[in-house]
Every structure is written in structure tokens, then in C-alpha cells.
């Protein structure tokens, strides 16, 4: 039987229905290739077992992009990057996962500028950057080194066109809000995040919203803010119980704040949801874990992921963006944290 014929670049360019230029392209690791097409094309050359003339199989080299946070061990980091990995699988992406560098003193560059060289230096396509801040010269040395740059849930923009994937916060402020409403609470705190957030101020936002909707006068004495971690939800909760007159709920800007809240409570001997509710934001494992269970407003942790690499993706290929800004749909979830208002929402 004659041996198979020799597979060549025009093969590869007839069976995937480009042109040769295109195949050379994809081989070469090129950005500027659709991600369709660079799937057909990497297709036609498993299926030909394309050999270069080196003698080498070949197939086309992957994309490679950093995915930094500044938390690797929360549950919030863990949804993100279960969605984020995810789509790099489907997408053919490698995803180097780490955390935001430190500056790098006495180098030649600013640091801002090592940051980005060190990306390029080591053949990265793209970054992702999760619940970080982001300075001016960071985001333009990017730029300038030819990285695309998506933002995941980002606690600042330094620019408007910085391209971001968030959630709605504004309506899941108001959703939160407007569901301890409904129970008869009128003295609702809100144990927010740092005041630089702009996710923790577009919640602020959404509860405010909702408590002048429902004619209730917003007392700033029920407002704090602290970092998204339990030992500030703690305070916050021992600051807002011990107030002369205390709130019956307590909207948090997240799970890991509603948690600390929860532990100030009982360290009181308050019963939850019967003296107090507690609403938490964001629905990681430590809401479904909390004693008891919390009612929250679920983020689409896993899809904000998977929607940002396919926008970096798009980036990298030079694909137009629908938006440079996605904001995904918060939705709420009632669990055991949350009940009527005691004594008709007084104190």
C-alpha cells in the first residue's frame, strides 16, 4: 500500500478553508488570528499531521496568560479561577496563575514597567488581573508593551477604557436591601468594603438606593467599611451591635464580612435570624458552610472567569468587543440568616 502523501502548508490551508499566509500565521504564533479560524487551522494540522521540513511534527504553539490575584487561598479566588481555567481549556489558553508582584527596587525600569516586561520577556499573550488596584502607569506600560489587559470585579479603573468584567453590584445593593425590607427591618446596616472599592461603593449605592425607595431615613451611623475579610466583618459587627440603638440587619459587602458579623452576634448571645439578619454578598462555599446558612447575593463567580479569558482572547486576536465593560447578573438567594424583623423592625 503507498504510504500517506506528504501533508503540506497548502494542504493545511485548503482543508481548513484559509489561506497560506493565515496557516503561517497560526505556526508562527501570531496574535493576529481569529479564534475560529486559528481552531481550523490547528484542526487541519492534527488531522494532516503536518511535518515542517525540519522533519518535526508541529502544532501551533499555545497562547500563554497570567491570571494574578492578590488573595490565591480565598473561596472568591477559587470560583474565579475555576471559571478562568475552564475557558483556557476550551480555548486552547494556558493560564500561569499568581499573585500580584511586589516592586522590584533598584532595577532600571520603574516598576510598573518590570512588571510588564517580565510578561513579555516570557512570551505571554494577555493578562488577567482579580480584585486588585491598578495604577495609571501600570495600566499604560501595559499598553505600551503590546499586553492585552482584562479586570476582573476591579476595586478601581484608572481609566475608562480599560477593559473590566464585573458583576451588578448597584442591583444587588438594592436587592439585599429591599429583601430585609420586605421583612419589617427599618434599622439595616451595612458593613461594607474598603472605601476605594468601587464594587463595595456600588453596593453602598444600591442599599441607599433601596432604603429612600422604601422611605426610610439612611443614618450614616449604620454605614462601615473595612477590607472583605472576616476579622473586619468581626469589628465592624461588635462597632454596629453595641450602637445605643442597633440595627436589626446587617447588609455585608460580602461572605467573609457577614461571617465576622455572624460571630459578633452570638459572641452576644444574639440569635440569628430571630434578633438579627445577616445578608452576605458573593455565594462562595462560606455562605452555604456559615451557622446558619447564608441568605446572599450570588455573583456568577465561575462565568466572570470564563467570560474574561474569552474577552482577553478577543483582545489578543484584535476580534471588536461588544463592550469594554460586562457586568454579569447578581441574583439573590434566601437561606437561613434572614427573618422577620423583631418587634416590627424596632429596638
Known amino acids: 500500500m503507498p504510504g500517506r502523501k506528504r501533508a503540506t502548508l497548502a494542504t493545511v490551508a485548503e482543508t481548513a478553508g484559509v489561506s497560506l499566509p493565515t496557516v503561517s500565521k497560526v505556526l508562527n504564533g501570531r ?55 475552564d475557558a483556557g481549556a476550551e480555548l486552547g489558553i494556558d493560564v500561569v496563575v499568581g499573585r500580584v508582584p511586589a516592586a522590584e527596587p533598584g532595577g532600571p525600569l520603574n516598576p510598573e514597567d518590570q512588571w510588564a516586561q517580565r510578561l513579555k520577556s516570557n512570551d505571554r499573550s494577555g493578562l488577567i488581573v482579580v480584585t486588585s488596584e491598578l495604577s495609571l502607569a501600570q495600566v499604560e506600560s501595559f499598553e505600551n508593551a503590546g499586553l492585552p489587559l482584562v479586570v476582573i470585579d476591579p476595586l478601581n ?22 429583601h430585609l425590607l420586605s421583612l419589617g427591618h427599618r434599622r439595616i ?15 453602598l449605592h444600591g442599599y441607599r438606593a433601596a432604603l429612600e ?31 445605643p440603638e442597633p440595627p436589626t440587619a446587617v447588609f455585608a459587602a460580602n461572605d467573609a464580612t457577614a461571617l465576622g458579623v455572624l460571630e459578633a452576634a452570638r459572641r452576644r ?22 451557622t446558619p446558612p447564608l441568605t446572599v447575593i450570588r455573583q456568577p463567580l465561575h462565568d466572570m472567569g470564563r467570560v474574561a479569558v474569552r ?9 471588536a468587543l461588544d463592550s469594554h465593560h460586562v457586568e454579569l447578573a447578581t441574583q439573590l ?15
Open 157 to 178: 479603573l484608572p481609566r475608562a477604557e480599560v477593559t473590566s468584567v464585573g458583576a451588578t453590584n448597584w442591583s444587588g445593593g438594592i436587592t439585599a436591601t429591599e
Open 31 to 85: 496574535a493576529d488570528v481569529a479564534a475560529e479560524t486559528r481552531t481550523r487551522v490547528e484542526s487541519a494540522l492534527r488531522e494532516l499531521g503536518y511535518v515542517p521540513q525540519n522533519g518535526r511534527r508541529t502544532v501551533a504553539p499555545s497562547r500563554v496568560v497570567d491570571a494574578v490575584f492578590d488573595d490565591l487561598v480565598s473561596p472568591y479566588t477559587l470560583e474565579v479561577l475555576r471559571g478562568v481555567t
Open 333 to 347: 438567594v434566601v437561606r437561613e440568616s434572614t427573618g422577620p424583623a423583631p418587634d416590627g423592625g424596632a429596638r
Open 189 to 203: 446596616a451595612f458593613a461594607g468594603g474598603p472605601l476605594e472599592a468601587s464594587c463595595s461603593q456600588a453596593r
Open 269 to 290: 448571645g444574639l440569635r440569628v435570624p430571630q434578633d438579627l439578619s445577616v445578608v452576605g454578598f458573593d455565594d462562595t462555599m462560606l455562605a452555604r458552610l456559615g
Open 213 to 243: 425607595n422604601a422611605g426610610v431615613p439612611f443614618d450614616p451611623d449604620l454605614v462601615r467599611h473595612g477590607e472583605f475579610d472576616h476579622p473586619d466583618g468581626l469589628a465592624m459587627g461588635d462597632h454596629l451591635l453595641t450602637l
Open 311 to 319: 474577552t482577553l482572547d478577543k483582545l489578543i486576536t484584535g476580534d
